[in-house]
């Protein structure tokens, strides 16, 4: 499949995704804080926090499909140049917006020293983790594009397997021996998990029975995590075993999604419609850059001292402002180049 063609349902998985990641963060001040353990804000935040944890996954597993589907993959330095160039100014830039923000809030003077040493230890803001990983991931991919091409389907899942042993299945059999006796050495960075499950669904049929029990398990997976959340938590330190990335639940939640829309997603035969649904698509990335410093600047125009304000009107705000504001960066050339 090659980037110039838009998948629909790929890109309204890209809004769920990054309204998920915009409520998650707008929530997790309440998830992490021991003194409301078991209040109904607790309670609250728990349900939201197991129910929100596939944005991030998700956008791993839409860009494994994407990329590993492209011709452009098997030419490097094509690839290379298409990638890299296209992210790593727009990066540049929001990493700077963001610490010209935090030197106007400490009351410091900008210090480029200081900017290169925040922007080489990804300190500048934490959502930028993601971005950093992406471009890791960017680096890989010509190779990994080699070994998807030899490999077959079955070849595939087992190496999916191989990933996800060390950091998703011996920790969940850790965790329900009770006993911390299973160990084994990350053999790759987890998240690439995600990057060939989304190959192997987007590229691979999923009879209807396989599909109903990951529905199924999808659906279990949030009550697992809400209890499982509770039962391992206290005042002094709430457990976050299951808010981890590569959790058993956040793989089945998140396959369990794709798999929904790809395969039930209502034909949309609006031409205007569908324009949208790219753009906006399109446009996700640009929220992720900037949704946290617009969090941040919300909170001095708005008493969001109720949760349920804080929680839900909050994340609203964020995702309609936000994408208002990156649709008028995407209008404006110089600031499109740039920003996006």
Request: net charge positive; charged share 15%; aromatic share 22%.
């Amino acid at each position: 499949m090659e980037q110039k063609e838009k998948i629909l349902y790929l890109e309204i998985i890209r809004i769920l995704a990054i309204f998920s990641v915009i409520l998650l963060h707008c929530n997790a001040e309440y998830f992490s804080d021991g003194k409301i353990f078991e209040t109904k804000t607790w309670w609250l935040s728990n349900t939201i926090n197991a129910a929100s944890r596939f944005g991030v996954p998700v956008f791993f597993m839409i860009s494994g499909f994407v990329l590993l589907s492209t011709k452009t993959a098997e030419n490097m330095t094509l690839f290379y140049k298409k990638r890299f160039l296209k992210i790593i100014p727009a990066f540049l830039a929001w990493n700077l917006i963001y610490y010209i923000n935090h030197c106007f809030k400490q009351g410091t003077f900008f210090s480029v020293k200081e900017f290169i040493t925040l922007f080489g230890t990804q300190n500048i803001s934490y959502h930028f983790w993601f971005v950093y990983m992406i471009l890791f991931f960017y680096l890989f991919t010509p190779f990994l594009k080699k070994v998807v091409n030899q490999c077959t389907q079955k070849q595939l899942w087992i190496c999916f397997l191989i990933i996800i042993f060390p950091t998703t299945i011996c920790p969940l059999l850790n965790r329900m021996l009770g006993k911390w006796f299973l160990y084994f050495p990350m053999t790759v960075e987890g998240y690439w998990g995600y990057f060939l499950m989304g190959y192997l669904l987007g590229n691979y049929q999923t009879p209807k029975k396989y599909r109903i029990i990951l529905y199924c398990l999808a659906i279990l997976c949030v009550p697992i995590a809400i209890i499982g959340t509770h039962n391992g938590s206290s005042f002094e330190k709430i457990d976050t075993f299951y808010s981890g990335g590569y959790q058993f639940n956040s793989f089945v939640i998140g396959a369990a999604i794709f798999l929904f829309f790809k395969y039930h997603m209502p034909v949309i035969k609006s031409t205007v419609l569908s324009k949208y649904i790219v753009m906006f698509g399109n446009l996700s990335f640009g929220l992720y850059l900037c949704h946290v410093l617009l969090i941040e600047k919300l909170h001095l125009f708005f008493d969001f001292s109720k949760t349920y304000v804080q929680i839900f009107v909050l994340t609203f705000l964020t995702f309609i402002i936000g994408y208002m504001i990156i649709f008028f960066i995407h209008k404006i050339k110089f600031l499109n180049k740039l920003l996006l």
